[in-house]
């Protein structure tokens, strides 16, 4: 993501109305595990063989896979298959798309071994919860001389076992190799933030890739931090998919000598 000078003055205001206003609408729901049994003394069904859901939460079907394979018949447009699953005898699944999930178990399917899911979204507000997000950096006013007591850091929040990439950009806009880190079922990261690639330039006024991008393969939340004298600030930072990746921030013209 590209940033313009005129971004990181207004960010502040920006992203502190947005939380403000988010914050007032936004029902934070803990994502649901939901468990779904087949064989044995179920035989050739599912328990429960339909299901509602919201998006966000985990369906795990627990018995023997080797007997009873599982496949997708149908799910929405954008979500991942369902399987298929021939070994083991857990297969857990993060609905992440709204609609209706259909599956079964090939063998048995003409016996009505089929089940249903029904995924319902949140529509009380944008959702802070993501799997990509691009942070930009808030540099203090009154500390801009190269000091030792300035930091900043990406916190990450996740519900999940995950994995997470963090990354940045050289000078010609090229993603550089992330770091990984790997964190556990409602583990939580204070990552520090490389200062020198996300700092504009502010002698030009072109856009400039000096933005921190992060990844995971489930759902997160991430704030950022910034901490020293004059310093300290702080935004909640919104997903691309709510965000987006190109956009318009409001702000004023730069006045010559302030």
Partial sequence: MKLHKSFIISLFVSVTLMV????????YAVPTKHIIQFGDQLGHNYSPASLDVVVGD????????????LVTISVPNGAAPIGPVRTGNSYSYIVQVPGDYLYKNEAYFSLGMTGSIHAMAIHNGLSNEGREFYLAMLFPNYNTG????????????????????ISYYDEFGTELPPKIYRVTAKGSLKVPLNRDAMKIDETIDAAQSKSC????????????????????????????????KEYVAASFNDNPGE
């Avoid at 206003?21 to 936004?26: E, R, T």
């Fill in 58 to 69: 985990t369906v795990v079907w627990q018995g023997d896979f080797t007997i009873y394979d």
């Fill in 146 to 165: 190269a000091s030792q007591f300035f930091f900043t850091y990406a916190m990450i929040n996740t519900y999940y076992e995950n994995e997470i990439s």
């Fill in 20 to 27: 403000v206003l988010v914050s007032a609408s936004v029902v």
């Fill in 213 to 244: 991008h992060i990844t995971s393969k489930r759902p997160i939340t991430v704030e950022y931090l910034s901490v020293g004298p004059c310093s300290g600030g702080s935004y909640l930072a919104l997903p691309v998919v709510a965000l987006g």
